[in-house]
């Protein structure tokens, strides 16, 4: 069954070519040009979404958000405005002023409708995603498609899930440029057909298209959820397919910004997370079998991620809401290089002139500007990213802050960061890393050493603590060497 969608709009050209686009994007919709007519719509039929012109006349479209408001609570609104900027500042019907007026999404004009479907995908439910693909009795033709490299995103065959039906079109890679399309969005794909593809044909990748990211997202992320609780799976299993959602995550977010229904996915991620952590009392367990860091360049966010709300978990105060936060900020804590020289960005820090490194040293502060104003981030997910290369010695940057003045949770996902370096750069498994840092004692001083011990502690058993109270350093200067297996 399709998704419907009401459009409100007086300019009928637009509702026509929103017709033809959504209509393409296999929605069902109703066109209406004023506010009463949208009334009578909704009360004759359910919609999994209003999309509406706030200049409708009779009756006009703030006094329809109300009547939606009141009468039908949970229906998704989404409000398109027109900024003028002759206009007041006061007049002004913002996005913000509409969603504090019970609006889900706003958008102001001009946009792309990409932008619009983005909104109200942002809102479906998985379920409403699986029920919007058409079921397809027969599978469709396999075809090569004239695309490029730059459109396809590639995913493990082994680490592919679906649901009965895919939710977008599948393609397999023949070489450089060349796909072909072996599953359209809706066709089922069974396990005898991956196994096919996997034996017969040796595929080991299956692509998607980049605009498909956010769906690819949001269905593994709930089936991500599902496996985080179910005892039976391993760790390292849950870890590992984490790290294929915030991956692909992380790509699209590079690719697309901080879009609202993006950060939304974030959140979810950083719930999952949670969960994950504090689901294995067994967190030594799961890095011991967790060997396959394949270093790519998303990767690097997610370990981060993982590590430093493993660390969190060892201390008392932890709660839902730090681990979260902490979470949603590691996953962000470089974000601020897409505003950097992307040559300067892809460079080694040893390889930087000096005009370089400065550049370099500014990532935390732009990241702090591409988020700043958003009103979907909290303030201490600002901070940990723009402390986040901040020294507990006064050595970092970019305002050499030092002990108490950083945050706890920075310097955590500082060290995490620097641990993270050495796992990628060195193709060390975390344990061996962990000696590694420890051994670098002149960069020791560069975290409270609470920090320091709580990391050890990920990689201790806890039936070794308590058999041996002993196990752990009482500061971060000893090295525990043949204590950590
Ligand atoms: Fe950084
Ligand atoms: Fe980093």
Redesign the pocket.
């Known amino acids: 069954m399709a998704l419907k969608i009401l459009l409100v709009d007086k300019d009928e050209d637009w509702l026509f070519s929103a017709k033809e686009y959504f209509e393409a994007q296999l929605y069902h919709t109703t066109l209406v040009s004023n506010g009463k007519d949208a009334q009578v719509a909704l009360y004759n039929q359910k919609y999994f979404a209003v999309v509406m012109n706030v200049k409708v006349e009779r009756h006009p479209g703030i006094q329809v958000l109300k009547f939606i408001k009141s009468n039908y609570p949970t229906q998704k609104v989404i409000m398109i405005t027109e900024v003028n900027e002759q206009d007041d500042e006061e007049d002004q019907m913002t996005p913000e002023k509409l969603k504090k007026m019970g609006a889900t999404e706003a958008i102001a004009k001009p946009f792309e409708f990409e932008d619009l479907k983005g909104l109200l995908e942002g809102h479906q439910s998985v379920g409403d995603m699986v029920s919007s693909v058409p079921r397809r009795k027969e599978l469709g033709p396999e075809e090569e498609v004239d695309m490029g490299d730059d459109k396809f995103t590639g995913v493990k065959i082994d680490e592919f899930y679906t649901s009965q039906a895919v939710l977008f079109d599948i393609y397999i890679k023949l070489k450089s440029n060349r796909y072909i399309k072996i599953l359209h969005a809706g066709d089922t794909f069974s396990k005898e057909r991956l196994d096919k593809y996997k034996n017969e044909k040796n595929v080991e990748f299956l692509y998607f298209e980049k605009k498909d990211l956010f769906k690819y997202v949001k269905f593994n992320n709930y089936f991500a959820k599902k496996v985080i609780g179910n005892e039976k799976v391993g760790g390292a299993k849950k870890v590992k397919m984490l790290q294929n959602v915030a991956e692909k995550f992380l790509e699209q977010t590079f690719q697309e910004g901080m879009k609202p229904q993006i950060i939304d996915q974030g959140k979810e991620i950083a719930e999952n997370v949670y969960e994950l952590v504090k689901e294995s009392g067994d967190l030594f367990q799961v890095f011991k079998d967790y060997a396959d860091f394949d270093p790519n360049a998303y990767t690097?966010a997610y370990l981060?991620t993982l590590f430093s709300t493993s660390i969190i978990k060892q201390f008392e105060w932890q709660s839902k809401t730090t681990i979260e936060c902490t979470a949603l900020a590691c996953m962000f804590?470089?974000i601020g290089k897409m505003k950097m020289d992307p040559t300067v960005a892809q460079m080694k820090l040893e390889e930087m002139n000096d005009e370089q490194l400065l550049e370099y040293k500014r990532h935390p502060e732009y990241g702090l500007e591409l988020i700043d104003g958003n009103p979907l981030i909290n303030n201490s997910v600002k901070q940990i990213i723009l402390q986040h290369h901040e020294h507990f010695d006064g050595t970092g940057f970019p305002f050499n802050k030092k002990g108490s003045k950083i945050l706890m949770l920075s310097n955590i996902v500082c060290l995490a960061?620097n641990f993270v370096h050495i796992i990628q750069d060195e193709d060390l498994k975390p344990v061996e890393a962990l000696k590694v840092l420890l051994s670098r004692r002149d960069q020791l001083t560069w975290y409270n050493s609470q920090i320091v011990e709580c990391l050890i502690k990920v990689f201790v058993d806890p039936q070794k603590i308590m058999k041996d109270n002993n196990v752990l350093p009482s500061n971060s200067r000893m090295v525990p060497n043949k204590k950590v297996s």
């Open positions: 690097h981060v804590h470089d960061d």
